[in-house]
């Protein structure tokens, strides 16, 4: 599937790209993150502009987070009952929900690019969890943009070596995650010293 999407890419450039983003924010099994960093090494060759590859990336996820919102809002029950019968994806819904619910804003914005793959589970969670639209659409952006920005910039820059931009972006988001998680328990152990210290 990924040669046939990039041979697409390659023949059809934006539209195709703008297609894949929108997918993947519908938990749909596309490779976006590759198809934009594929894109970007098109960019450094010159077969496409920047402004449009970056437009269209940024658009297509944009429109696919509020897809995901809209059909989360209007299809709870639903949900609920079709996610019973996948295990796995039941497990991501909750967990995008769950962290959804805690962290509000910045959890959508993470789960944009930081914590991807929940992030069409994120935009589910928040039109049935009832989100704040704006505040889901202001955050999501940010998040998208990131997103886009990370995996175009990265095929900028790894043009001629692909692969190693993909490792890059693996192992550089992999510890900023690790970090996250660190700072993240490091401050609860802190307010649950404060607390039992507390008469």
Known sequence: MTD?????LAAYGVPVLALTTFASCLALPVPASLAMLTAGAFVAT????????AGSAFAGALLGDQAG??????????????LA????RERLF????????RRGGPGIFLTRWLFS?????????AGAGRLNWLKFTL???AGEAAWVGLYVGLGLTFSDDLALGAQVASQGLGFLAALGVTVFLGLWLLRAARRNRTP
């Open 4 to 8: 046939w999407l990039f041979e697409l």
């Open 46 to 53: 010159g077969d496409l502009a920047l402004a449009p590859v």
């Open 69 to 82: 919102y809209a059909l989360g809002k209007r299809g709870g029950t639903w949900l609920d009952t079709s």
């Open 85 to 88: 019968q996948r295990p796995k």
């Open 94 to 101: 909750t967990r995008a929900r769950d962290f959804t619910q």
């Open 117 to 125: 793959p929940l992030g069409p589970y994120a935009n589910l969670a």
């Open 139 to 141: 955050w999501g952006a």
